[in-house]
């Protein structure tokens, strides 16, 4: 039987004693001994004589524990000692094979080497199965005492139940059913405004003050456009209207060198702004 088939649990510590005034011992395959010229007992007890090499494979006839175990599982079957005794004879077979074998030569070679890392693992499979008996045993002795534990049930105390107060309910299920939609439902994603980080202002008013000034003086410089504010926002908008008006022919500009002054010319006539409508400005520096 492969471990995953044992319940149970940590074996008992060393110096305890079991139910009954017992030593604890491994777990055993319920009512399953052997009977063999150089043993007699468990067979559990064999795999721990094995294990710690105090008994040689090699004297054991397997095929008597084959027919023994055989016997044992007609009279009380059970499918997971059956698949355990598998694994654990086929272990034990492998064992016995590779030390029948001879060996030639002072040095092993890679056959050798592969051979005695069998020999490794055969071991501690042995080991593996005999920590999970002890295991599956210590897990059923918890298991018996834990089904013996019965919680205690009992009320508040009337003292203590007298200090609690009394809920009234004040609300109707269409009032939970109206607080339970509006904690469910997604509000509405407002967007990011940027209202507070720029001020807004009109291209189409500052295109007007522009074109005033320059019918009065005739010929400006930006700086003498702009010298009436110190808002970073007006001069871009100041600066928007003088391209229009210079697309609109109503201004001329000129700028000798990289850098310098811009000089801005009035060409227009009185009425050549009549075509530019402010809408259509704002519309198109949105």
């Not at 009977?35 to 494979?57: M, N, S």
């Not at 009436?228 to 700028?255: K, W």
């Amino acid at each position: 039987m492969s471990p995953e088939h044992q319940g149970g649990g940590w074996p008992a510590p060393a110096g305890k004693e079991a139910v009954g005034g017992e030593a604890s011992a491994p777990a055993r395959v319920p009512g399953f001994n052997v009977a063999l010229p150089q043993f007699e007992g468990p067979f559990d007890l064999l795999l721990t004589l094995i294990a710690r090499k105090r008994l040689d494979v090699t004297e054991l006839a397997l095929a008597e524990v084959t027919d023994e175990f055989i016997a044992h599982m007609r009279s009380d079957w059970d499918l997971g000692h059956a698949s355990e005794f598998l694994v654990v004879a086929s272990t034990l077979l492998a064992l016995k094979a590779y030390r029948l074998l001879p060996h030639e030569g002072d040095e092993p070679d890679s056959e050798d080497l592969e051979l005695l890392e069998a020999r490794d693992l055969l071991f501690a499979r042995l080991l593996q199965y005999r920590a999970y008996k002890e295991a599956a045993a210590a897990f059923r002795v918890q298991a018996e005492q834990v089904a013996r534990c019965h919680p205690r049930v009992v009320g508040l105390p009337p003292q203590l139940a007298a200090l609690l107060p009394r809920l009234v309910g004040s609300l109707s299920p269409q009032d939970l059913a109206r607080l339970a939609a509006a904690a469910f439902s997604r509000p509405a994603d407002p967007g990011v405004q940027t209202v507070h980080l720029h001020e807004r202002v009109p291209v189409g008013e500052q295109m007007n003050l522009i074109a005033l000034r320059l019918r009065v003086h005739g010929r400006l410089t930006f700086t003498e456009l702009t010298q009436d504010t110190d808002r970073t926002a007006v001069v871009v908008a100041r600066f928007l209207a003088l391209l229009i008006l210079h697309r609109e022919g109503s201004v001329d500009l000129a700028q000798h060198e990289a850098m310098e002054e811009i000089t801005v010319t009035w060409t227009g006539e009185s009425g050549s702004l009549a075509g530019i409508m402010a809408t259509d400005v704002e519309e198109e520096f949105a």
